[in-house]
């Protein structure tokens, strides 16, 4: 599905619109020119400006009024839900299986069965997915000190 630049614009300025009006409501602080509403009233100011630009190029490159949602084919839809299938199954995957397997056996797992789907080459998929399991343990586990479960590699790490 395709978004149309000038309905994804109306959008952000809407939001904006009501990021603006929800902060009106804010309590002012007595002595101050500025109070808890001026970086979301900033925000949404920056979301109408920018809203509002991308509504004008919208039309503007689509020479009038643009379709502004279109449709997908069968094999986006499909191709959409496998991916989404591959995410909750990872994310499943992590929750229920990180214990007993091991947070870096997981983290290969899920790199070389989502680069081989992406990619369809073996070589360079394991080679990535090796590299990245190894980037992944070094910055969680020597890095930023996370303790991580080791499952079926305990000892061996």
Do not use: K
Request: proline fraction near 5%.
């Amino acid at each position: 599905m395709r978004i149309h630049d000038a309905l994804a614009g109306a959008l952000l300025a809407a939001l904006g619109g009501a990021v603006i009006w929800y902060v009106a409501g804010f309590p002012q602080v007595a002595g101050q020119i500025y109070g808890p509403d001026l970086f979301p009233r900033l925000v949404g100011i920056g979301l109408v400006l920018f809203g509002t630009g991308l509504v004008l190029r919208g039309v503007r490159a689509a020479g009038g009024l643009p379709a502004l949602l279109e449709l997908p084919s069968h094999g986006e839809i499909r191709r959409a839900l496998l991916a989404t299938v591959y995410i909750v199954s990872s994310v499943l995957a992590v929750v229920f299986l990180a214990e007993r397997l091991g947070s870096q056996i997981l983290v290969f797992a899920i790199l070389i069965s989502g680069l081989l789907a992406v990619y369809r080459r073996p070589v360079l998929s394991l080679t990535l997915a090796l590299g990245l399991t190894v980037a992944f343990d070094l910055i969680f586990r020597v890095l930023l000190r996370v303790p991580l479960p080791s499952g079926l590699l305990t000892g061996v790490l």
